[in-house]
């Protein structure tokens, strides 16, 4: 089933600033290799090259949060990543997003780089890129 992306921007909307418009995520899926992950308060976006998978957002809405969704989220998309041949997947965190960090620990992501100033904030200050990656094959089941 193809996610509507009006849906995925409206949660978008709520969960991230700056938001992606419904236009940007219906580009996205609409290119090779890119499938979403989605329930009801949340989606995770993915593009596949290769053996490499790269998460390129996880949204889960506000009122959602730490009721276990976006680990559910993570660790639907690394199945998916499992049976589409994928060995290796790779994420940018801000920096300064400790949740998310623990999310993304929590299934065993290391820290493998750092993109200095790579996002801005809403008042113009840089905040670094943690680049996390997590090799499948050296993973837990």
């Known amino acids: 089933m193809i996610p509507d992306p009006a849906h995925l921007a409206a949660i978008h909307a709520r ?3 700056p938001a992606w418009t419904e236009a940007a995520l219906r ?3 609409d290119q090779p ?15 596949q090259a290769g053996d490499e998978a790269e998460v390129l957002t996880l949204a889960v ?3 959602a949060r730490r009721r276990g969704q976006g ?6 998309a690394l199945a998916a990543c499992r049976t589409r041949g994928v060995s290796d997947v790779f994420l940018e965190v801000a920096a300064d997003n400790a949740a998310a960090q623990a999310l993304y620990r929590a299934v065993g992501m290391i820290e493998s780089g750092r993109r200095r100033g790579y996002y801005a904030r809403s008042d113009g200050s840089p905040v670094d890129a943690l680049i996390l990656t997590l090799n499948l094959g050296e993973a837990l089941p």
């Open 15 to 17: 969960a991230i600033t």
């Open 27 to 29: 580009d996205l899926l």
């Open 33 to 47: 290799g890119v499938w979403a992950e989605v329930e009801s308060d949340g989606f995770i976006l993915m593009r």
């Open 61 to 63: 809405l506000p009122e």
């Open 71 to 76: 680990l559910a989220l993570m660790q639907g």
